[in-house]
């Protein structure tokens, strides 16, 4: 069992009284639930669940969202490097469940790595509108990448920036928002005993004063009449309830909105229309959300980050990159492309200008340009749907090939001729492959080999 701090205990039994707080520390006794989201972008639904070689069962809130058994391991498996689920724990479903993205919505992720929002505000957009997920920490903001990469988002902008820096640019841009804060994790004691080491009440008071700061930001890149998910994974009422409630003291232009889910599944908070997941009441760890609508009549008007003048590639770029579509593709990705370095993207629609912001990935990642030859991105063969390659060698699931694959081991095919193939898993994408005389280099990235 947790060793939980003392002053914790104390503080959690003055919140819901002595008997209750029996039941919440008795909770800790158990083990956390263990969450997976399925990508419905790579595989539908009734498709997964036949598929999936692991005992599911359905999180309530999240239609999208499944328990699974620890022993299965499931972040050990090639579907899990072709991107067909995400590892979240389920309470943490619940946010953007609360957010409800629709297609073509333009949304923000403020806080957003490692991204466990990030690709599930992705799925409810598809491929149209625009996810920008950003994240302060330049290692973290690499982890978040990778993940929406892995996942196929598309019309994506991940961003190392401040809030602060980001308000200054996005004012009244997005439809949505979620600020998943940085908190005193105190809902993830059960699941990462070793975050009881780092926890104490001065921790509480200063998430508490930054989670307000981020709050100012995020209110000022909501359109009017938008809509903004605040979310922690901590129990104390400094950084749930009362944040909320000052932060709607002095922003009277926002008012907060009943969530489906909340009525149904979680406990009400102790201010109207905010929920608790509590780790004794429900099969999740412990969480807070509040949904909050900004009225459609603040006066302020909503303003485009004007659209950045954006340098048409050479032609020389465009001759190789169609060349190399034609070759392994049965289409050529229609939109506006750009040069970053060597790096060539088809950038995310509605972008706004990116001049002077950190930019860790502005669309969907083409690939390489070299002197004389383009080399596709992990990224490119990540979002690629069935159909959309002419050149796949396929490994199945239980062969060793596809485990020598993702270990980086070249392999000998049964196939002639030479290019890039699209190396898949059961038919779902997991990287490329260049087959020269039967031998498939390969070329799954480095830095994310199994070892
Ligand atoms: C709760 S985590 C986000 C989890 C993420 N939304 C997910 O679902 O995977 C909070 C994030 O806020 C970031 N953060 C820390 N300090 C921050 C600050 N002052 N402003 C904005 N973000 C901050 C952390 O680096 C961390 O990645």
Known sequence: MTALPERFVQRIKQMIGEQEAAAFLASYTGSAAHGLRLNPAKVPLDEFIVKMPFSLTPVSWCPLGFYYHEKDRPGKHPYHAAGLYYIQEPSAMAVVEALKPEPGDIVLDLCAAPGGKSTHISSYLGNSGLLVANEIHPTRVKVLSENLERWGARNILVVNETPERMAERFRGF????????????EGMFRKLPEACDDWSEEKIGHCAFMQADILESASIMLKPGGVMVYSTCTFSEEENE????RFLLSHPEFSLEPVAQGECFFERGKLANTYRLWPHKLSGEGHFLARLRKSASTGERSEKPGAGKVKPIPAATRKLFEAFCRETLTFIPE????LFGEQLYLLADGLPS???LKIARAGWHMGTV??????????????LK????????NFSTDSDEVYRYLKGESLFVQKTGKGWDVVTVDGYPLGWGKLVQG?????????????
Do not use: M, T
């Open 335 to 338: 939109g506006q492309y750009a």
């Open 354 to 356: 990116l001049k002077g």
């Open 174 to 185: 997005f439809d949505k928002i979620v600020v998943d804060a940085p908190c005193s994790g």
């Open 370 to 383: 070299k002197k004389d030859r383009f080399e596709p991105s992990h990224a490119l063969a990540l979002a």
């Open 242 to 245: 009362w944040q909320i409630e």
């Open 386 to 393: 069935p159909g959309e390659w002419k050149r796949n060698v």
């Open 439 to 451: 031998q498939l280099k390969n070329h799954y990235p480095k830095g994310l080999r199994w070892v």
